[in-house]
Structure formats: C-alpha cells, structure tokens
C-alpha cells in the first residue's frame, strides 16, 4: 500500500491524471449542456455533479503539484468523486436492465469508476479537518435536496419510475461517502505523508 500511495505522489502520475481529468470534465459540462440549458439559474451549479466533483479533483491535482494542500477542495473532491462515481455506475447498470445500454453506458461506467477509485487513492495526501468534511456534508445533503425535491438529477429518461427509490438510494450513499471521507482522512491515525 504504501508503494502505491508513493507512486500517487510522483510529478509524472499527478501531471497524467490532471491532463487525464481535464478533458474528462470538460466532456462532462458538454454531456449536461441540454439540460443546463432548461435549468433555472438558481439550480445551475448543483446539475452537473460528475463533471464538478472531476473539476474538484483538477484543483486538488494543480496543488499537488504546486506541493500545496487545499483542505475544503480535498473534501469536496474525495466525497463528490465517490459519490457521483459510484451513483453513476450504478445508475447505468440499472439501464441494462432496461435493455438502454449503449457504448457510451459502457464507457460511463469505466469512467466513473475510475474517479470513485482516484478519489480514494489520494486520501493520504488529503489534510481534511471535521470542519471542512461537516461543510462537505452540508453541500452534499443540500445538493441531494436540490436534486429530488426540486427534480434536478440528472435525466435517465427509461429510469424515472424509480426516481423515489433512486433518491432514498442516493441520500444513504451521500452518507456513506462522507463516512469514507470521515474515516480515511480525519480519523486516520496520524499518517503524514509529504510529497516527493
């Protein structure tokens, strides 16, 4: 393990990641660009959650590289990539099950998989404090409200008889993510890595 969080750390995967991620966000915005484009302004930041937590993500890697540490951006991006990785590879198995699973599914799931697991791996090099994760916690539970209360998600049209079941879902894995951020970068045990 600690060969692995070694390897994270080298200026060469940190500048592959971020030259990874970047296109990868900006895909992102472009998916969500019709139903930005229906969205009221007042919920426009909380739509396209993948791309976001991606965009977080890009922050944390340019100060990684700058050999800096942003504590909020750092819990924001751990909780949102598994989050929105994992809701999103969920929700696009569940399209199999609608027989609606086309390549760009396929490479939804992979995609987003790999920003659950990316999140994670940079836990040791996070330098989250409760505050920042209680401040996370909030955005993340609101955007959860924003999202199934004022029907915000983002659109899977052959899945919205599920939206209530897929709301209860989502809400327990807010909380678990924010469980995972809790006990992989605050109650860690003193693990205090620099970068090489």
Known sequence: MKSITYLMGQRWVLWTLLIINVPGTIYGYIWYESQLKITPAKFLVFVPDSPTASLFFCIVLVGFLLKKNWPLIEALAIVTLFKYG???VVMNILTYFTGDLTPVGYMLIFSHLGMAIQGLLYAPYYRIKPIHLVLVAVWTLHND??????????RYSMLDQYIPQIGYFTFWLS?????IAYLLCVKKDGLKLSFP
């Open 145 to 154: 409200v924003i999202d199934y209360v004022f029907q915000m998600l983002p």
């Open 175 to 179: 909380v678990t993510s924010i469980l």
């Open 86 to 88: 994992i809701w999103a």
